[in-house]
């Protein structure tokens, strides 16, 4: 038994922002059908042999229907009213168009929750424009207080599908809050969750800092985290990470070096001092590091009890003796013969441990498709 075993999601998103939240279902147990136009999901050729498409659609059905055709839209309702959950991301005015809405479906499943994701929210001047990961970092202001804290002013992305994933993971909450609400109440609803507005949230979180308060008490963008000294630091052979946060760990860092004199000054005394020559206090702990080795300040610091990690790159990453020790790599087999290596569903669950995932759906999906029987 997993925690969402039961749970039946159809999941007509496509790309990486909706799959994704439909993985984490499934990882708990959901029974996800995907529904993929007929030419499927774009992620589908997208990257090294579909790799990115693999990951986030693991443990998966699919079925091919062509959602503008009175059979496909047919099709889609009959499974619809075996859901409990509808996820799709196209814009409002496309869904209208399509029948998409909680009240359009009301007549055939009372008790379903439809859940979507789109670019910008109703009502605003935005609403009908198109949103890709890369558009979202650029308007909530992540890519360009990135180039500020680089230095160097440019803008630039994270290179990683940040802003599709983080609201992924928002509307996968989403979804779990509105089926306990159904569950308390008998209340089945629509919940939409805007990429611009939710991933804006979080840059404004961190950087709004003294324009959060009427009158102003300071100027935006969060101090520490904009300092071009925050990044990992060079070694006698390499990179390592390390974060003195608190006064134990600056005094413990400074005595492990042998510098318990550079307390006195001023600027390292104390937090907030710390904090207001943040340049500076980085500056010492990069000097001081530049002479050993990585793998003997590993040692150094686990031993001060100072945070530290190494810099790992991707193959490393898949290396990694912690990682593999708690089984947080899984092998699945696929359809095709191939192996993929992807990773264990999130989080441990004392009664209601989820399953290994399962592969990817394969292609061309059936032209029909039907709930399990449980």
Known sequence: MTVLAGLRVLDASTVVMGPYATRLLADLGAEVLKVEPPEGDVMRRAGQGGAIFAHLNRGKRSVALDLKAPEGQAEFRRLASGADVLVHNMRPEAAARLGLRQNDLAAFNPRLVVACAYGYGAGGPYAARPAYDDLIQAASGLADTIGRAAGDGEPRYVPLTLADRVVGTHLAFAIVAA????????????????????????????????????????????????SPQRRPYRTRDGWIAVLLYTDAHWRRFFALIGREDALQDPRLATHAARQAGIDHAYAQVAEALAHRDTAEWMQLLSEADIPAAPVNDITALRQDPHLNATGFWQDVALPDGRTLHTTAPFGRWSATPPAPPGPPPAWPAPGTAAWETT
Do not use: K, N, W
């Not at 979180?205 to 520490?224: A, C, I, K, T, V």
């Open 179 to 226: 089926i306990a609400c159904r569950e308390r109440t008998g209340v089945a609803q629509q919940v939409e969750v805007p990429m611009f507005e939710t991933f804006a949230g979080l840059v404004a979180g961190d950087h709004l800092g003294g324009m959060s308060f009427d009158p102003p008490e300071g100027e935006p963008y969060y101090p520490r985290l904009m």
